[in-house]
C-alpha cells in the first residue's frame, strides 16, 4: 500500500528565516511525486511534478528535491503570503493517475 | 484557461438527509476525481472516471455514496442519506488523460471544493 508522511504538521518561521518541510513515501514504481499549496477554504493548487531521484524544480522561493525515499520543499526567506499548508502526494506506476496525499505542513510565516 | 467548476460551495444538511454536488471539470480532460478531504487531513480518493466510465471506486462508501459522469464531461456525487462523519470538503478535480509515461498531461487540477457540514 502507497503511504506518504509529511513532516512537520505544523512550522512557525518568521519573515526571512529559511527552512525545509519534508515528505517520506513509500510507494510501489513511483510515477511522479506532487507538491502542492492549499490557502484556507481553497482547493489545492499544484506547484511541482518531479519524476526521478536526484530532480530538482524551483518557483520563486520554492525548491522541491526528490531522493528514492523522500523529497524536501525548502523554503529560501519566506514571506507571510506563503503561509499556507502544503501537500505532497505520490502517483504510482500501477494505480492510474491516483494521488496518495500525506496529511499536509500547515506553514505560518510571521511578519 | 477555466479551471475546475464545483458547485454548491457550501451545503449544511442535517444527518439522514441527502446532498449533491456538482462539478464541471477543464475543458478536454478526459480523466476526473472526487476527493474527500477532512479537516486538518489530505485529501482521500473516492471515485476516479475516465470519459464516462469508472476506474476506480474502491474506496468509494457505496452503500451511501453515489457518483455518475453522464457523456463524459460533469459529473454528479451524491450522499443519501449523509452521517456526522462525512462533514468533509469534496474536492473535484480532472487530468487531461490516463496514459502512462511521465509528462504534464498526469497532472491533476482541483477545484475550490464544495464544503459540506453535517448537523
Known amino acids: 500500500e502507497d503511504q506518504v508522511t509529511q513532516s512537520p504538521e505544523a512550522l512557525r518561521l518568521q519573515e526571512g528565516e529559511s527552512s525545509s518541510l519534508n515528505c517520506s513515501y513509500t510507494v510501489s514504481g513511483l510515477r511522479g511525486l506532487f507538491w502542492y499549496r492549499q490557502d484556507p477554504g481553497k482547493g489545492p493548487e499544484f506547484l511541482f511534478t518531479l519524476y526521478s531521484a536526484g530532480e530538482e524544480k524551483e518557483k520563486e522561493r520554492l525548491k522541491a528535491t526528490l531522493t528514492k525515499k523522500e523529497s524536501f520543499l525548502h523554503i529560501t526567506a519566506p514571506k507571510p503570503e506563503d503561509s499556507a499548508t502544503y501537500l505532497c502526494a505520490v502517483q504510482a506506476g500501477n494505480a492510474g493517475n491516483m494521488l496518495t496525499f500525506g496529511g499536509g505542513t500547515r506553514l505560518m510565516v510571521k511578519p | 484557461e477555466a479551471g475546475v467548476a464545483q458547485s454548491p460551495r457550501y451545503k449544511i444538511i442535517e444527518k439522514r438527509q441527502s446532498v449533491a454536488f456538482w462539478c464541471n471539470p477543464i475543458?478536454?480532460?478526459?480523466?476526473l476525481y472526487w476527493y474527500q478531504q477532512i479537516l486538518g487531513q489530505g485529501p482521500k480518493l473516492l471515485i476516479q472516471f475516465q470519459n464516462n466510465g469508472v476506474v476506480d471506486d474502491s474506496q468509494l462508501p457505496k452503500d451511501r455514496f453515489s457518483a455518475e459522469r453522464l457523456k463524459g464531461v460533469d459529473s454528479t456525487l451524491k450522499i443519501q442519506p449523509a452521517k456526522l462523519e462525512d462533514s468533509a470538503v469534496y474536492l473535484c478535480a480532472s487530468s487531461l488523460d490516463l496514459a502512462g509515461g511521465r509528462y504534464s498531461g498526469n497532472t491533476i487540477y482541483f477545484g475550490e471544493g464544495s464544503w459540506l457540514t453535517v448537523v
Open positions: 475543458s478536454g480532460h478526459a480523466t
